[in-house]
């Protein structure tokens, strides 16, 4: 992996800020494009635009040709059976309330269970509180050990015959905790239960097979690996896909309409109203083209330096408290941490002024927040572009972030 190479590709890693090419540590919230994602875009919109599978003429063709074309790329990047299973969304949230709506408010009733935990992104988590108040299921969490930062497996327990649905997410946006989802997974298959992954923080960053996890739902945004915003995926098994009712409704969607009735589209067509994001499908087969090439080993191995440097300098720092677990190896590329007596926000601002981006608040994670007793949290998550020298850069002017705000110790 060479990292030079690598960041030339990435035009907005050459912003000057405070005098030096700016740092940017918030991937967790979004990721940067590199030209070949786009060149994608740019190629589409000047070759190929139209308004795919409505239309005969060579645009209408182009576009039917880039979208089709860009699920079978996704299909494999995952590993789902079939282009069928493939539905494209605006994003991680769109695809959650899609399975919430479709499947949970029609599939669950009163005294049924839904299990998800304390950490859970609201995406995941006011979804489910909706379906639970709709149909009168309860929604149960699954707390994490304040020490260790992991999942407290005697609430694992919570999980039984009432059980329909276990949610969480593969990897937490604010812990960043290396976790094994396959217990979880085949517990809750064995009580019956669907289970819903959200994959938001993990694609990105790591190699997934659908069909290895056995989710029945996987879901995750292009923007978090480096394609545009407005495009996301929902992965589901075809059979339970079958036994929904479409998300929302009008063009593209129908088979057959009459006055009274309408007959839907086959899968994955069923879900996919209106005219789709074409340009956005086009940057997520590029981004997945681009990742694949640097190769989710190297990528993986990469940022596991990073942490790794990240949080042994931060621990160096007496007044820096991490969130969650503090071992490396426990985490992926990403450390939440607070800086005792300085707000959140105010490390954020120094931090900025000296040209690094962080991200600042409860990160869509507000229950995780309370449960722990913070206000507010810092993030600073990286992506295979970052750099050592980065991290350095951050844990030199981290350092100095109290001194800033007039402490003396
Ligand atoms: C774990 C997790 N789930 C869901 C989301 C929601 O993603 P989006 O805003 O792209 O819909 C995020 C975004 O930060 C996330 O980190």
């Known amino acids: 992996m060479n990292i030079e190479l690598i960041r030339n590709d990435f035009p907005i890693l050459k912003t000057i800020s405070a005098g030096r090419p700016l740092v940017y540590f918030d991937n967790g919230a979004t990721t940067q494009k590199p030209l070949p994602v786009l060149e994608a875009i740019y190629e589409y919109n000047s070759r190929q635009n139209g308004n795919p599978h409505r239309g005969s003429h060579v645009l209408a063709i182009a576009a039917s040709e880039a979208y089709d074309g860009s699920k079978e790329v996704v299909r494999k990047f995952i590993n789902a059976r079939s282009t069928r299973e493939v539905i494209y969304t605006r994003n991680t949230t769109e695809s959650l309330n899609l399975v919430a709506r479709s499947y949970g408010e029609t599939h669950l009733k009163k005294g049924d269970r839904i299990v998800i935990t304390v950490a859970e992104h609201h995406a995941n988590l006011v979804t489910w509180q909706r379906v639970a108040q709709k149909t009168g299921a309860v929604l149960d969490y699954i707390y994490i050990d304040k020490e260790t930062g992991k999942f407290k497996e005697e609430d694992f327990a919570k999980i039984d015959a009432k059980t329909k649905i276990v949610a969480f997410a593969q990897v937490s946006n604010v812990l960043g905790l290396v976790f094994d989802p396959k ?36 879901v995750f945004s292009g923007h978090k690996m480096c394609a545009s915003g407005g495009i996301g995926v929902l992965y589901g098994k075809e059979a339970l896909l079958e036994d929904m009712e479409p998300f929302n409704l009008g063009g593209d969607m129908i088979d057959r309409v009459e006055e009274q009735v309408t007959t839907f589209a086959e899968l994955p067509t069923k879900f ?50 991490i969130i969650g677990s503090d071992n490396p190896a426990e985490k992926t590329g990403l450390v939440a941490f607070t800086v005792d007596d300085v707000h959140p926000h105010d490390v954020s601002e120094l931090l900025s002024a000296a040209g690094i981006c962080i991200r600042t608040g409860h990160h869509c994670a507000q229950p995780l927040h309370i449960y722990l007793g913070v206000n507010a949290t810092c993030r600073a998550s990286f992506y295979f572009y970052n750099t050592e020298e980065e991290v350095a850069y951050f844990l030199d002017k981290l350092s100095k972030v109290r001194a800033a705000m007039g402490y003396k110790d």
């Open 183 to 218: 217990p979880l997974i085949n517990l809750a298959h064995q009580h019956g239960a669907v289970v819903v992954l959200d994959g938001a923080q993990s694609v990105p960053h790591q190699q997934v097979d659908v069909q290895e996890l056995d989710c029945d739902f996987f």
């Open 272 to 321: 996919e109203a209106g005219t789709p994001n074409v340009e956005g499908a086009v940057s997520l087969a590029a981004a997945i083209k681009y990742l694949n090439n640097i190769g989710f080993e190297e990528i993986e191995a990469h940022e596991k330096k990073l942490v790794t440097l990240a949080i042994e300098g931060m621990k160096k720092i007496p007044y820096v408290r």
